[in-house]
């Protein structure tokens, strides 16, 4: 049952990573990340270190999105600026 | 005194979650947790206000009661809604954005009615604009907007009013 | 008895995330994918209650609180990013 | 009574997959979040409730989970949709009417 479920949540997080991989629009490519990180939490929880877990659903799906975002939306603000001058 | 409402509102808050949070609480987790609670009321937080807005009436307590039944039952009725609609083999759905209108004033009040609206059988609220809310709705029933403004907002706005109105 | 409804449970949840995963896959716009990871935040939370009972430590849900507090400010982030940039 | 907490697990279990299967089927975003709102919503409740009810000593915990569910998860959908709305995401092909667009000054074609 459990290996099971580890197994699963494995491949699932294999086909997420392969998914950010292969996006073409980075925001999707952020948001499929978090979807590592969200498995990647579970299965760190089934293989009993809760303060890992928590470690990693704290640093990877907030901060990493979050500061991933912040350097899409400076890069963008870049892009819109060159043409004009 | 709207200030010190606010105040006293996010004390009781405060100790209420640090209930739940150590619910097989002893003694000495329960001073720990008064005095931390003692402690944030005094720091100046911004939009602390917002919470001043509740009424502190009787009536408005046996409202809020009330309240909370009410928004449980149209939760359920939504989910059976939407379970109705998602396991139809058809997919009975007519989606449209109405503008609905609303007259509770304070920020609270809206707060609240935004949300429950999203909660309550097939709207979601999209965009607030003053005293109008846009709504998605899944299956747009009724032409008039007075009909609309009752089936949506005038269940919640009942409660609404007198508890923080 | 408990333990097999709850395992019975439990597998549902899975067949869900799996649903939930395959529209963050297919999803055409970003907006959709974060729909989908929303949706699967909430059954990672319901999942990690059930892994709680499992090892029967209360502790785990400490996980699912920081989780759903947490999940809710990236859902934001990426919310804000798609209308105007962060 | 372990017997009604796994009940009602299993039927917060049912709502979220109703929810997922909501999310492959329905034909445009709003829809889709219509049913990923509501829907997993009223699960995780459900799911939390039996946990609460076959492990009494939780239910603090519990409780506070279900109170962060309500009052964070209609918020995240709220800020979600506007942004799509303003991003141009249209209402699919069954849509009837659309007054927001009217409001904002293309045409008003409500019924």
Known sequence: MNLAIVIILGLLMLIAAVTALYLKTLSSAVIASGAVSLLASILFLLLAAPDVAMTEAAIGSALTTVVFLYALSRMRGKKKEEPRD | ???????????????????????????????????????????????????????????????????????????????????????????????????????????????????????????????????????????????????????????????LEVICG | MADLLFNIAAVIMMISLVLAMVRLLLGPTAADRAVALDAMTIIALSLIGWIAFMSGRVIYLDVALVYGLISFVGVVAIARYVERGV | MEILGGIFAIAGSIFLFLAALGLIRMPDLYDRMQAGTKATTLGTMLFLIGLAIVEPLWTGKAALLILFVIFSNPLSSHTLARAAYHTGVTLGERASCDELAGACGDEEDSA
């Open chain 2, 1 to 159: 005194m709207r200030l010190f409402k606010a105040r006293v509102v996010l004390l009781v808050l405060a100790l209420f979650i640090w209930f739940l949070l150590t619910y097989p609480f002893d003694a000495q987790e329960l001073i720990a947790g008064g005095i931390a609670a003692l402690v944030i009321i005094l720091i100046p937080l911004p939009g602390i206000a917002v919470l001043g807005e509740i009424r502190w009436t009787p009536k408005a307590l046996i409202y809020g009661i009330a309240y909370l039944f009410y928004f449980l039952w149209q939760l359920i009725k939504a989910n059976i809604d939407v379970a109705f609609r998602v396991l139809h083999p058809r997919l009975p759905i007519e989606p449209g954005i109405v503008r609905v209108k609303t007259h509770l004033k304070t920020r609270l009040g809206r707060f609240l009615l935004a949300n429950s609206i999203t909660l309550t059988p097939g709207t979601i609220t999209l965009e607030t604009d003053g005293d109008d809310f846009y709504v998605h709705w899944i299956k747009v029933e009724g032409i008039q907007d007075k009909e609309r403004t009752k089936k949506i907002v005038a269940g919640f706005e009942r409660f």
